[in-house]
T-cell receptor, first 114, second 114 residues
Framework: AQSVAQPEDQVNVAEGNPLTVKCTYS??????LFWYVQYPNRGLQFLLK??????LVKGSYGFEAEFNKSQTSFHLKKPSALVSDSALYFC????????????FGSGTRLQVQP | EPEVTQTPSHQVTQMGQEVILRCVPI?????FYWYRQILGQKVEFLVS????????KSEIFDDQFSVERPDGSNFTLKIRSTKLEDSAMYFC????????????FGEGSRLTVL
C-alpha cells in the first residue's frame, strides 16, 4: 500500500518569510514524489517531482522540495512567500516499482498574509 | 501548451439519473485517470486506464461507475445511477509514456446530485 500524510491542515506565513509545507509518505518500493497546487475552483497544477538523483528538487514559481529517505519526508519549501502563493497544496506519491496511480495527501491550505 | 479538457464544467442531476463526464486527454498521452474531490478536500483516486482497459481501480469505483474510450480522443466516466454522495468535483488526468511522468489534470467537472 502507499499513503501520504500532510499533518497541517493550514499553514500561515507572512509575505517575504520562508514557508514550509510538510509531507511524509509510505510506499513499499522506491518513491516517486510530487507536489501539486490548486487554486480556487481550478484543477491541480504540477509544481515539482522527485524521481531519483539530487535530494533537493526545484520546481515552478520558486518552490523547491527536499527528499529525505530516512525520515520518509518530502517537504515543500520556498525562501520568500508571496501573497499569490496562497492556495491548497497536495503532496502525492507513487511506488516507482509498479504501475500504481498517484495517491494524494489530504492537502494543506497555505495562507500568506501581506 | 496542450491541456486536458473536460466537459461539462458543471452538471446538476437528480438522484438515480445517469451521468456521463467527458475528457479529452493530451494527444500523445497513453495513461488516463479519473479522480474526485469532495468540497475542496482530499483528492481521491477512482480509476486508471491504459491500453484500452482498466489498469487499476479503487474501492470507490464500484459497479455504478464505468469508463470508456469510445474513439481516439475522448475518455468518459459514466455513473449509472447517481447518489447524493456522488456530488463532487471530478478530475480527469493523463500521463505520457514513461513511469516517472507527472499527471496533467483538467479543470474538473462539478457534479451536483439533488
Amino acid at each position: 500500500a502507499q499513503s501520504v500524510a500532510q499533518p497541517e491542515d493550514q499553514v500561515n506565513v507572512a509575505e517575504g518569510n520562508p514557508l514550509t509545507v510538510k509531507c511524509t509518505y509510505s510506499v513499499s518500493g522506491n518513491p516517486y514524489l510530487f507536489w501539486y497546487v490548486q487554486y480556487p475552483n481550478r484543477g491541480l497544477q504540477f509544481l515539482l517531482k522527485y524521481i531519483t538523483g539530487d535530494n533537493l528538487v526545484k520546481g515552478s514559481y520558486g518552490f523547491e522540495a527536499e527528499f529525505n529517505k530516512s525520515q520518509t519526508s518530502f517537504h515543500l519549501k520556498k525562501p520568500s512567500a508571496l501573497v499569490s502563493d496562497s492556495a491548497l497544496y497536495f503532496c502525492a506519491v507513487r511506488d516507482g516499482a509498479g504501475r500504481r496511480a498517484l495517491t494524494f495527501g489530504s492537502g494543506t491550505r497555505l495562507q500568506v498574509q501581506p | 501548451e496542450p491541456e486536458v479538457t473536460q466537459t461539462p464544467s458543471h452538471q446538476v442531476t437528480q438522484m438515480g439519473q445517469e451521468v456521463i463526464l467527458r475528457c479529452v486527454p493530451i494527444s500523445n498521452h497513453l495513461y488516463f485517470y479519473w479522480y474526485r474531490q469532495i468540497l475542496g478536500q482530499k483528492v481521491e483516486f477512482l480509476v486508471s486506464f491504459y491500453n484500452n482497459e482498466i489498469s487499476e481501480k479503487s474501492e470507490i469505483f464500484d459497479d455504478q461507475f464505468s469508463v470508456e474510450r469510445p474513439d481516439g480522443s475522448n475518455f468518459t466516466l459514466k455513473i449509472r445511477s447517481t447518489k447524493l454522495e456522488d456530488s463532487a468535483m471530478y478530475f480527469c488526468a493523463s500521463r505520457p509514456v514513461g513511469e516517472s511522468g507527472e499527471l496533467f489534470f483538467g479543470e474538473g467537472s462539478r457534479l451536483t446530485v439533488l
